[in-house]
């Protein structure tokens, strides 16, 4: 069997609503043009052929509170994830569960909508981006997020977020050619969980579950750059005092990478499943293809010529998400 955990779907009610709110959605026709994205009929047919194969599913960008107004956002987000249980409670032979989005504009609407969709709606996590409306997610008001999910011991869906707003050059008025996507994404993601581990969030939260995308976005492949480079943190840095923070830390620095789990959402048989295999372990990878952006036969294919042992392979396509979601998936 295979558990594809990072897959996307917007149900069409959402679109629709998205799309009553003007010009600030103009992403929306991009995603009508996906018709696996919101269509299931079409998501089916695109599943088919790959035999015992389910999803687990989630909104794609934007985070809605780069949109919306607070109840806006709540709004929405009520939307969205009651018809995504609904979804999977109408198909649980194609889908295994669904990931709760959240309107982060404040706390109190985040926890709130957080038990609504764990206890009544029956997420089997949340989704949370890289950053929130450009700010960084080790600020230490969302603390009580990350022990709320803690608490339920369910995972948190990390998804990179960045624009063409934040530019590669200063002298242009934006990111061009795509770059703010391409190699963007994946640096979001290093960062956002380096970031993470220097605030002590898994010193304070030992037990939380985070899944990054694209699996780890840049760590696996500049591992030692960043061993070395973080060993001596602080030395570039004269107006700053970085002394204390690794003497905080419980742990090696490096150890706390090997505390989150990957997916091999790397649109396809990538070299750097290879890398992200061996810096993760067969127990903190899992299946996930960013479907239907990303392939799921090539993805498959490409863990196949991994060799790997069958209990690792098993822990890959399915094990690893049944350990995270805390039940069997069949």
């Given amino acids: 069997m295979i558990v594809d955990i990072y897959t996307h779907f917007m149900p069409p009610q959402l679109l629709k609503k998205m799309e009553s709110l ?24 695109a599943m088919d052929g790959f035999g015992e194969y389910r999803q687990i599913i989630s909104l794609s960008n934007p985070p809605f509170e780069m949109l919306t107004t607070p109840d806006e956002g709540r709004d929405l ?28 504009h404040n706390m109190d ?22 950053n929130v409306h ?22 948190i869906w990390l998804h990179p977020a960045r ?31 380096s970031r993470l581990i220097l605030s002590g969030l898994f010193d304070r939260h030992p037990r939380l579950k985070l899944i990054t995308h694209h699996m780890g976005g840049m760590i696996p492949y500049f591992d030692k750059r960043i061993e070395g480079g973080m ?7 004269p107006n700053e005092d970085y002394s204390h923070i690794l003497p905080s830390l419980k742990r090696p620095f490096m150890d706390y990478y090997h505390m989150v789990y990957a997916d091999t959402a790397l649109f396809g048989a990538s070299r750097g499943l290879i890398c992200g295999m061996e810096f993760f372990g067969a127990d903190h ?27 690792q392979l098993e822990a890959v396509l399915h094990g690893n998400a049944e350990k995270l979601i805390n039940r069997p998936i069949t």
Avoid at 172 to 190: I, K
């Fill in 22 to 45: 003007g010009p600030r959605f103009a992403m929306v026709k991009r995603m009508l043009a996906v018709q696996p994205l919101h269509n299931l009929d079409a998501r089916f047919r």
């Fill in 77 to 104: 987000f009520r939307l969205s994830n009651d018809a995504l249980a609904e979804i999977v409670r109408r198909h649980p032979d194609r889908f295994a569960g669904f990931v709760a989005g959240l309107p982060m």
């Fill in 109 to 130: 609407l985040n926890l709130e909508e957080i038990e609504r969709a764990i206890e009544t709606l029956g997420a089997c996590g949340i989704q949370i981006f890289t």
């Fill in 134 to 155: 450009g700010g960084p997610i080790d600020d230490p008001s969302l603390d009580p997020l990350f022990a709320r999910m803690e608490k339920y011991d369910l995972p």
């Fill in 163 to 193: 624009t063409a707003a934040l530019t590669d050059y200063k002298t242009e008025p934006q990111s061009r050619f795509e770059m703010w996507w391409c190699f963007g994404w994946p640096y979001e993601t290093a960062v956002a969980v």
């Fill in 231 to 237: 060993a001596v943190l602080g030395t570039r840095t």
């Fill in 285 to 311: 990878v899992a299946f996930g293809t960013d479907a239907p952006m990303g392939p799921v036969a090539a993805t498959r294919d490409g863990i196949a010529r991994l060799n790997l042992e069958k209990s």
